[in-house]
């Protein structure tokens, strides 16, 4: 088991959005903020000892929300590249593990992030998240496994490395991975949503403002 404050929150923010085709995907409006800041605001209540954003090339503030930001300078070397400028933040700062979180997993909770934790049992911890059939992030790891992940490259990142630790279940729909505008238009019809961040209007009200425009 792992206590919050061991524990230093790394947000993977750095992606280069290739499948999303245009503009700053996590930047994108849903419901009442930016795409990214869903994760922020769910994992707020968890007391980290330290919590880094690695960013690139966006117009989001995570430096004003607490966050330690580190710049990636080349997204292109792959997720792995910004993972490892995460991991050595944390370990200059003495963190005993760090929860690794992607910025375009708007629905992952508090609850799910504490379970991970009372599954954690000493410093080779690896704990993943699982939707019952694949291991996936958020994912933890004890400071055993620091040199490890400073290691890897590319873009598959830490996956064999969570393929190989514990599971903690939750139901998919809380690990979904924004990766696409499809992604995001049918997590926006899940909520209701016709037009991001606008309510729908009433059948009479649309009716009456189609023939206001006609005039």
Do not use: W
Not at 49 to 75: K, Q, W
Request: charged fraction near 25%.
């Amino acid at each position: 088991m792992l206590k919050p404050d061991q524990v230093a929150l790394i947000l993977l923010a750095a992606g280069r959005s290739r499948r999303f085709n245009d503009g700053d995907k996590l930047a994108e409006p849903f419901l009442d903020k930016p795409l990214a800041y869903h994760v922020v605001t769910a994992l707020e209540p968890v007391h980290f000892c330290a919590r880094i954003a690695v960013v690139s090339d966006t117009e989001l503030d995570f430096a004003a929300l607490g966050y330690d930001v580190v710049e990636n300078p080349d997204p292109s070397l792959g997720q792995a590249r910004s993972l490892c400028l995460g991991v050595a933040r944390a370990k200059a700062l003495g963190a005993e593990a760090v929860l690794v979180a992607l910025a375009d997993m708007p629905r992952v909770t508090a609850a799910h992030i504490r379970r991970m934790m009372d599954a954690a049992d000493g410093p080779a911890t690896i704990v993943a998240s699982s939707d019952g059939t694949q291991p996936m992030p958020p994912a933890l790891f004890g400071k055993d496994m620091f040199d490890t992940l400073l290691k890897l490259e590319g873009d598959q990142g830490a996956r064999d490395l969570i393929r190989r630790g514990r599971h903690v279940i939750a139901p998919p729909a809380e690990l979904v991975d924004i990766d696409t505008q499809e992604d995001l238009r049918e997590l926006r019809e899940l909520y209701g949503l016709r037009t991001d961040g606008l309510p729908e209007l009433p059948p009479a009200l649309v009716i009456r403002d189609e023939a206001r425009r006609s005039d």
